[in-house]
């Protein structure tokens, strides 16, 4: 049994504990927004937070985040406004990438809160696109930099977790 | 596609799982997705008595928009925020096939759906002003309709559509539906936020590999590496053991393990135990297969599918002449969204959740794996993490509907590995081209040949010989029904994959010759077909003569296409855009322009270079698709484009070593990446015309226009993707 901190939720997984914190997410606890892309650490579709760093989810074994923090895709709140950027400029066509992205873009701003073009292209070159949205995503950072919208991860409202309080 | 009268059809309705229970009136099968008490005019359109409006969209959304664009056209007739229509992914039905089949494809999507779509939402708001009427006692030209509401314009009483529903379903269908004058269009041509936007910002979109239902498991296939091979034998009995295993067992692709979770089944399949029987290609290389196609450009059979005055004594005349080859390896599509697909078997039913850009053929394989009748199959389509054309092919729903025949009762979800997609995906074809070209003493085009060396994609459909393409367990019927189809959509050039040989530039002389070469290589649709390397050899070697020519290479095009108003347009624009011959110090620029999808497309790429490395500084495009349903998804499917071709035209390829695809992941397969995004401007022609194409038409330029622009920068050229300077 492993115990971590879920988008401010306390969760016990009991499987193997070889188990990529992705499946953990997918399989056992049924979140689906963060993607299986590559299972090599290479594409990012899988990128969570990490005690607040963006993290491929398909690379960390279940036993690596006991006593962690973890945040999804779910545990931003409606109106984050990463979210509200990525609305507000329809930056998805597919979408599949689109949770890693913004789960890397929330990681990013949380240590730059006015990041350059090369910045942003810097902290977001793991996570690959194939629809090639990668110049909106640009300017959808900028909005959110520029709107001074953004908050902490930190601040998940634990009403919008699927998980209640002794899930699991 | 015509519309049919359908009753209100009562005793019918939804149950769980998707399926549809009840009878129709007519003698096709029910329309999937039909509610009880509902306005019915078409098999698109419903309406509920609450006012909702509820849309079955028969074209699959993959990135390209048409969830969002579609709907538009039917709210725009309908009068109705198009932003507030329900649509769902229309299940199989002959109502929703568009040329014999429901595949999404081709950027047919707009030009195939802009009249019968709005023709539906046109369809029923007549006969909701027409229910109105009666009820207020007033002709119908006292009424009219605005925001799901049609007016009394004597008395001002609105009455919603959802409150006319029940007495307009009772109406007779008219014909001769008068259509809006653009002039009066709320909706089409402005640049509307996706419907999709927000559940793909806060990760709630359904794909394919999100499916969930009640014990569901997870089942993976190991596949034999080498295209062709054949599982010799294996021993399961160390992946058995491993824990959540439920059942290994051989299918006809390879050995499929079926386990409690994917990363369960993932464990135990890397402990199986394989031995492969090599097939056919076991010899066969990227090497081999390159010396094969520069073979049979010089001895092998040449088809002369189109031709021009008398090019063979036109060389005699000519001022100049000039003779290269080109080189266009294999392609591979990587959708985001690895393959996978989820069935469930069940009293002799079959139920598939697919993503996938063609449902009936997904049907029509599930049918012939289950042994199940295809009108006891249902097929629900999900949101596509990409397509690319990789989901036109079904070959994930032949290999679930067999894992999941076998555990009858039980829901598989099938998982491919990233590794898997890539080995095992359907390539851009190799292709191998000679090209000769001749001016006059005025520099003008006097004669153009271009010779092409590929194997071409629709002769696979033919049942006999469609092992290139389909693999033999594909049903006859479906392959016939898929050539017919994508036959059709590159109108007169069947077989496909030489599509965009045939140049706009005037010429007085020209021969097009096919020489066919099939390594069989599993080969497909992939973004833009074709026209993916045969612009990139036209519209380089035509740069080559107007270099010969001395002449500057938009000059040189503009004055071969005097007759062609919309390239000379798109290329006219971009360049204006672009300030050709006006680049930076130390920036060099490069042109194409191509037609393809009955669209036109200009692109002006500028580099920069240090050493043997390049930098793509700005990608300047113009695009001429008829009328822009939406600007915005217009302008964003080209940049798209843009991205996606530039993996092929500067990263890497695919190669072949003993049959099988050596690269396995994007460690040794890269991709355009965020760091590498060039800076992006697109401009579309404001057009009355009918929309065209758009998803593909801003690739066949790209590798082009960068090749040229390399060219003026170091005088290389480059004839091979991708492109990479000595």
Not at chain 2, 513 to 525: L, Q
């Amino acid at each position: 049994m492993v115990s971590f901190n879920l988008n401010g939720k306390q969760v016990s997984v009991d499987a193997e504990i070889d188990t990529p914190l992705l499946w953990i997410l997918r399989d056992h606890l049924n979140m689906n927004g963060t993607k299986f892309g590559c299972g090599a650490g290479l594409c990012g579709a899988c990128t969570i937070l990490l005690d607040d760093q963006a993290t491929r989810s398909c690379v960390i074994p279940l036993a690596a985040i006991e006593g962690k923090s973890i945040t999804t895709i779910e545990g931003l709140g409606d109106d984050h406004p990463v979210k509200q950027a990525w609305t507000e400029l329809s930056v998805a066509q597919c979408g599949y990438c689109q949770p890693g992205q913004i789960m890397s873009t929330v990681s990013l701003l949380n240590q730059n809160s006015a990041p350059s073009d090369d910045e942003i292209k810097s902290a977001l070159a793991g996570n690959i696109c194939r629809c090639g949205t990668y110049q909106r995503i640009i300017a959808a950072v900028h909005k959110v930099a520029e709107g001074q919208l953004f908050y902490n991860a930190d601040t998940v409202s634990p009403e919008q977790s699927m998980l209640k309080d002794g899930d699991l | 596609m015509s519309f049919s009268r359908r009753k209100f059809l009562i005793g019918t309705g939804v149950v769980g799982g998707g399926l549809v229970i009840g009878f129709s009136l007519s003698n096709k099968p029910l329309i999937p997705g039909t509610r009880k008490n509902t306005f019915q005019p078409n098999a698109f359109l419903q309406i509920t008595p609450e006012n909702q409006v509820i849309f079955q969209l028969n074209r699959y959304e993959m990135g390209q928009g048409v969830f969002s664009s579609i709907p538009v056209l039917l709210g725009e007739e309908l009068d109705y925020e198009p932003s507030g229509i329900i649509s769902e992914f229309a299940g199989v039905h002959p109502d929703f096939a568009v040329g014999g089949m429901q595949l999404t494809g081709g950027s047919t999507s707009i030009y195939t759906a802009w009249k019968p779509i709005r023709e539906a939402g046109a369809t029923a708001r007549a006969m909701l002003i027409k229910a109105g009427a009666r009820q207020w006692r007033i002709n119908e030209d006292d009424c009219t309709t605005a925001n799901g509401q049609v007016k009394n314009n004597i008395t001002g009483e609105l009455l919603s559509y959802g409150k006319l529903s029940a007495a307009a379903s009772k109406l007779s269908v008219p014909g001769n539906i008068k259509l809006k004058e653009p002039v009066d269009y709320q909706w089409v041509g402005k640049e509307l936020p996706r419907h999709d936007a927000q559940i793909k910002a806060d990760g709630t979109a359904v794909f394919g590999i999100d499916v969930q239902l009640p014990g569901l498991k997870t089942a993976v296939v190991v596949r034999p590496p080498q295209f062709g091979a054949s599982v010799k034998s294996y021993d399961a009995s160390r992946a058995k053991a491993s824990n959540g295993v439920i059942r290994i067992f051989s299918i006809h692709s390879g050995i499929a393990v079926v386990a409690e979770s994917y990363w369960q089944a993932r464990k135990a399949a890397g402990l199986l135990s394989i031995e492969w029987q090599d097939g056919p290609l076991a010899s066969v290389s990227t090497d081999s297969i390159v010396a094969e196609q520069k073979q049979a450009l010089k001895h092998g059979e040449k088809n002369a599918f189109e031709e021009a005055g008398e090019i063979d004594s036109a060389w005699d005349q000519a001022a100049i002449t000039i003779e290269a080859e080109y080189h266009s390896p294999y392609a591979h599509h990587s959708p985001m969204e690895p393959q996978n697909c989820t069935a469930l078997i069940k009293n002799g039913r079959c139920e598939i959740w697919a993503p996938t850009q063609g449902p009936d053929m997904v049907r029509s394989i599930a049918a012939h794996f289950s042994d199940i009748e295809q009108e006891n199959i249902t097929v629900n389509t999900t949101f596509m993490g990409g397509g690319f054309g990789r989901r036109g092919y079904m070959d994930f729903a032949g290999e679930v509907a067999a894992i999941a025949k076998l555990m009858p009762g039980t829901p598989v979800k099938l998982i491919w590995t990233r590794e898997d997609d890539m080995q095992h995906d359907f390539y851009r074809p190799s292709s191998y081209h000679g090209t000769k070209g001749a001016l006059d003493a005025d520099g003008n085009l006097l004669a153009w040949q271009h010779d092409i060396v590929t194997a071409s994609i629709v002769k696979g459909f033919a049942p006999e010989i469609m092992s290139t393409v389909l693999p033999s367990w594909v049903p006859s019927e479906t392959a016939r029904g898929l050539g017919k189809t994508v036959g059709g959509w590159v109108a007169g050039s069947i077989p496909i994959n030489r599509e965009g040989m045939n140049i706009a530039y005037l010429t007085p002389n020209m021969r097009l010759n096919s020489i066919h070469h099939d390594p069989g290589i599993p080969i497909g649709f992939w973004r833009s077909v074709g026209h993916s390397h045969t612009a990139f050899v036209a519209e380089s070697f035509v740069d080559e003569l107007a270099h010969s020519a001395k002449a500057d290479p938009v000059e040189f095009r503009l004055r071969h296409l005097k007759d062609k108003p919309r390239h000379t347009a798109v290329l006219k624009l971009a360049t204006e855009k672009a300030g050709w011959n006006q680049s930076a110090e130390g920036v060099y620029q490069g042109v194409a322009v191509h037609e393809s999808f009955r669209s036109y497309a200009a692109m002006v790429i500028e580099v920069s270079i240090n050493g043997s490395q390049y930098t793509i500084e700005r990608v300047v495009a113009a695009v001429d698709c008829g009328r822009a349903i939406n600007p915005d998804i217009v302008r964003s499917q080209v940049e798209s484009a843009i991205i996606y071709g530039l993996g092929p035209a500067t990263k890497a390829a695919i190669t072949i070593e003993n049959g099988a695809v050596v690269q396995s992941n994007f460690h040794d397969l890269p991709v355009v990446r965020i760091n590498e995004c060039p800076n992006m401007e697109v401009y579309v022609v404001d057009s009355e015309e009918a929309p065209t194409g758009i998803g593909e038409i801003g690739l066949p330029p790209v590798a082009p226009a960068l090749a040229n622009a390399l060219f003026s920068a170091t005088g290389q050229r480059l004839r091979q993707m991708p492109l990479r300077l000595s």
